[in-house]
């Protein structure tokens, strides 16, 4: 694909900058008092990731995973969080150490509580399922995330035009090899600092207030 920017017809065929996205864990016990806590560090870690579109689902998942753990296992159930990517898609797991009690979903018709937890899930996930490990369980979902690889970004007309805007900062700074290269999400970011720097310093040249144009770009960033 390419796109005119300022007069220039500049090649936006993929980014070139990868986010990186590396799975992590988080141990805890299932209580009920745990959830808003991790709830709070799911949204933190998709914000870092570019997903915050994902976050009310995926809280919505973990939040009926783990309340599954505290009611078929029992409060205070050692268990783990894992959050990582599986191609395009966001995966969640929780662990626990109980392998008799395997989750299900039930009929919306019936008056049974017991399963209405994996019910949400299902109608929230791509795919869910579970993995028994031994002396563990691991219950898991799927969330499709719109993105073409792990280590991709989500679309939007303002993305597209800042990519193009870096791949011209770039043409002018670095061979044009190099700039076709994928680079790190650091590398973008400093770039991107730079870029910023040198339009603070054109609107000062131009007679401009650099601190009122960051004021209303943040404003509207915000909006």
Known sequence: MNLSVWGVVVDVDGCRFNVARKGWE?????????LAGLRRVLRMHLELWGLPGLVHDAQICVTELVANV????????????????KGSRLRLEVSDPDTRAL?????????????RGMLTVDGVAESWGV????????????LATGLRSPSD???????????ALLGLWSLDT????????RLSVGSGEKAAIDVITDLLHW????GCDPDAALDRAQARFEG
């Open 26 to 34: 988080l141990p805890f016990d299932a209580e009920a008092a745990e």
């Open 70 to 85: 505290i009611a078929h296992v029992g409060p205070g159930t050692p268990t783990c969080l894992a959050v990582s990517m």
């Open 103 to 115: 989750p299900r979903v039930v009929a919306r018709a019936t008056e049974s509580e017991s399963g």
């Open 131 to 142: 993995i028994l490990r031994g002396s563990s369980k691991v219950t898991w979902c799927e």
């Open 153 to 163: 970004h989500l679309d939007g007309p303002q993305v597209t035009r800042a990519e």
């Open 174 to 181: 670095k061979s044009e090899a190099t700039s076709r290269t």
């Open 203 to 206: 609107l000062k040249a131009h």
